[in-house]
């Protein structure tokens, strides 16, 4: 894990609760991008010497993490990320396909084409990780093309509202995507879009969009024959 290093602030209570938010945006991102998998053990004293912080902010970072529903915490078991769950994976693709296809179609509003601008600088940085193995820089990637998208057409807290739902979501695509030729896919998917975008067929720029989002219907199905244990109630026999 990366080290912390969070400026100096006059509050400490202030500077406290942004090495906390610090310590929740990386652990959260080594957790969906499969850096830490399922059902693996967290222990507050080895994150915090791991992140070269106290434990304090960690306990903070596990509470949101917690309540996010990306680990566990058990007086038995102690503390462990979270197992899969099928039913929130589909929630979430139900969700995310309905609304950002909807922000696209239905937005009623022109694409801003500075924004658009943004949006293909983002792709190129995309197609340049194909082949990185960096899945945090393509995890900020994809999610900086779906924010992109929805702040193009006037809506970026549909973007937010999606965050929300998200997480098992985005760690089957990326338990499944450390394949170069998976991750080619989903950014040659991303281009299809833009391109109907650019194109103005809204229409068919919102179609392709739903399909790329409930591809993650075939992932998991495919992830969870190979890795039974990374979902809940497929851990036994």
Request: glycine share 8%; with cysteine.
């Amino acid at each position: 894990m990366l080290r912390l290093n969070a400026p100096l602030l006059a509050d400490q209570g202030e500077r406290r609760n942004t090495i906390s938010a610090k310590a929740y945006v990386e652990l959260r991102e080594a957790i969906i991008t499969a850096r830490v998998l399922p059902g693996a053990g967290l222990a507050e004293t080895e994150v915090a010497q791991a992140m070269g912080i106290s434990r304090t902010p960690v306990r903070e970072a596990f509470t949101r993490l917690f309540d996010e529903g990306l680990i566990e915490i058990s007086p038995q078991t102690g503390t462990r990320v979270s197992l899969i769950d099928n039913t929130r994976v589909r929630e979430a693709m139900f969700i995310r396909a309905t609304l950002e296809s909807a922000v696209v179609a239905d937005s009623g509003v022109d694409p801003d084409p500075g924004m658009l601008d943004e949006l293909e600088l983002s792709l190129r940085a995309q197609e340049r990780l194909v082949h990185s193995g960096d899945m945090g820089a393509l995890h900020r990637a994809d999610m900086g093309f779906h924010a992109g998208l929805m702040a193009a057409f006037g809506h970026p807290r549909a973007w937010t509202a999606c965050q929300h739902v998200s997480a098992d979501m985005m760690r089957v695509q990326f338990l499944i995507g450390m394949k170069p030729d998976h991750i080619k896919a989903i950014v040659a998917e991303h281009r299809a879009v833009l391109e109907q975008v650019l194109a103005g067929d809204l229409a068919s720029a919102a179609r392709l969009l739903a399909k790329h989002i409930r591809n993650v219907d075939i992932d998991q199905a495919d992830l969870k024959r190979e890795h039974q244990e990374f979902f809940r109630g497929g851990e036994g026999p």
